[in-house]
């Protein structure tokens, strides 16, 4: 089912809309397959011509629009023609209709008016100025209604054609876009055994049904884990996770961030101290590494120590040791350690800024945390999550977003990952107040923009032509390869063109995988 309502924030068809209103003058509606306007808010639409935007307010002239597209598509039915240029008898003017074709079916049309294809415009404009006249239109509406109208020569018709096609073109790929995400999270439920939370994390995806997998794997191992991702993807989620599915899950989870201390105040917090130590040490203090004898101890940003403290570190992990700052003997305990980081440590071992063998005895289990970007699948579930979650903890009817800010969330790269999905969550709510709609037009600048970022952006109002819709093709076929995964037979009947002949675009346009993989 399309959803028609989206075209308008399309940020593809904005622009191919504006080479047709900059170049000829044209304006572009949407039709579903019998012909009824989609898409189309009287408030919200703008119009290049002033007539056109009179004339679609008028029942009469949406009939007749429903009934040229109704012929056009039945004619196209038994024809080889792609599309159809005709004149609008009850307005004068010629108009383009390009059907959009999902799977061979037709589901709607792109209509372009407001041209000619006769060079011969005088016994035309003055039929039009009756004809609109007797709509009702003012004598200055329709001046300005005859000064947009051009007479489009051949060449110039067939550039007019090759953008509605692409608009066309566009409208399809959204639609499989959409498509094929609905089915992957489908596919994804159906799968019998896949989990949709463990403990509190929650995803579906591949990634996490890996990561998932894997954890069900060493609960009872007390083998060091270290944890690797990016900020906010829950590394420390995985390690409460990893403890408490453990034999010692009765016993102490004590957490430490290494990168919150200098190495003196580090020192003291890790193995303790005893009184009169240093200045300020009044009285004996237990080390978290003692706190947590039995249990599991998660050093979180273990990027961050010292070299200094990484043989300190060491020792504990190798021989289950260490000494209080100011102590004489050393202490022993049982401790299982996981380590996190959101940094490359093989390659801080490689520069000499991390120990290689402290380094192998923290990566015994590895485990890398998916970011957010890589698994997309999950953003409905986790929404859903923070949406309940708000909504036991505040009260009141629980959220639900609308499909176009869900899209939105989808296209955002989320530098911040889970963390930030859920900031972003909760600024929406408190943002739309009493409504239960949460709508994409509140979502933070960097959320809205990124859509449009992460489209094409070849499209340009000023210059050849031609140089012009190359710039557009090139950009199109990049973001379909990209898209794609490089599948030139897929795209190829996406972009409603043979395989070679995209085979010949990629190499004029330089589009290599090698080279825009980089």
């Known amino acids: 089912m399309i959803n028609w309502d989206e075209f308008e924030h399309i940020h593809v068809i904005r622009k191919l809309k504006q080479i ?46 429903s009934e040229m597209v109704a012929k056009t598509i039945e004619d196209l039915r038994t024809s080889h023609n792609r599309y159809s240029l005709r004149k609008w008898d009850m307005v004068g003017f010629d108009v383009g209709i390009f059907p959009i074709l999902i799977e061979n079916d037709f589901v709607g049309t792109v209509v372009a008016t407001g041209f000619f294809r006769e060079p011969n415009l005088g016994p035309r404009l003055e039929e ?7 709509f009702g239109m003012s004598p200055d509406t329709i001046d300005k209604c005859l000064g947009k109208l051009k007479f489009l020569e051949e060449q ?30 489908k596919e994804l439920n159906k799968e019998l055994g896949n989990r949709f939370k463990y403990d509190n994390m929650i995803g579906k995806s591949k990634p996490m049904q890996s ?49 919150a201390f200098n190495d003196n105040l580090l020192e003291s917090e890790l193995f303790g101290h005893v009184k009169g130590s240093f200045t300020g040490a009044l009285r004996d203090k237990k080390g978290l590494f ?11 940003e273990i990027g961050d120590t010292s070299p200094q403290m990484q043989v300190k570190l060491l020792r504990v992990l190798q021989e289950g040791t260490f000494m209080p700052v100011g102590a004489t003997e050393g202490k022993k305990v049982d401790v299982r350690i996981i380590a996190a980081t959101n ?10 800024t991390f120990r290689e063998d402290l380094y192998y005895r923290l990566n015994v289990i590895n485990i890398r945390v998916p970011p957010l970007r890589e698994r997309k699948e999950d953003i409905p579930y986790l929404v859903d999550f923070f949406l309940a979650k708000i909504s036991e903890t505040s009260g009141g009817a629980k959220r639900v977003l609308t499909k176009r800010a869900l899209e939105k969330l989808y ?43 992460n489209k094409v952006q070849g499209a340009r109002l000023q210059g050849k032509l031609k140089d012009a819709l190359e710039d557009l093709e090139r950009e199109m076929i990049r973001e379909g390869l990209r898209r ?22 990629v190499e004029k346009y330089g589009l290599d995988k090698r080279k825009i993989a980089r």
């Open 20 to 65: 047709l209103s900059a170049w000829w003058n044209i304006d572009v509606v949407f039709t579903d397959e019998r012909g009824h306007l989609k898409g189309f808010d009287q408030e919200k639409t703008t119009f290049n011509n002033p007539a056109v935007a009179q004339l679609l307010l008028k029942e009469t002239a949406r009939n007749s629009i």
């Open 290 to 300: 003692e706190m947590a004898d039995k249990g599991t101890f998660f050093l979180d």
């Open 211 to 259: 990561l998932y997998s894997l954890m069900d794997k060493i609960k009872t191992a007390d083998s060091t884990v270290m944890v690797q991702g990016e900020n906010g993807t829950g590394k420390e989620l995985i390690a409460r996770s990893i403890h408490y599915n453990s034999n010692r899950k009765d016993k102490p989870f004590v957490i430490q961030n290494c990168s």
């Open 343 to 352: 940094r490359n440590l093989k390659e801080m071992v490689e520069q000499g």
């Open 411 to 453: 296209d955002y790269a989320w530098p911040g990952n889970v963390r930030e999905l859920q900031n972003e969550i909760e600024r929406l709510v408190v943002l739309s107040g009493d409504e239960t709609k949460l709508m994409a037009e509140l979502l933070s600048p960097k959320v809205l923009e990124s859509g449009d970022k």
């Open 484 to 505: 794609t995964g490089w599948n030139k037979s897929k795209l190829a009947k996406e972009l409603g063109i043979s395989r070679a002949g995209l085979i010949m675009k």
């Open 128 to 134: 039009i100025r009756e004809r609109l006249a007797a």
């Open 156 to 185: 110039d018709r067939l550039h007019f054609c090759e953008v509605c096609e692409l608009v066309a073109q566009e409208i399809v790929t959204l639609h499989l876009e959409i498509t094929s995400r609905e089915n992957r999270i």
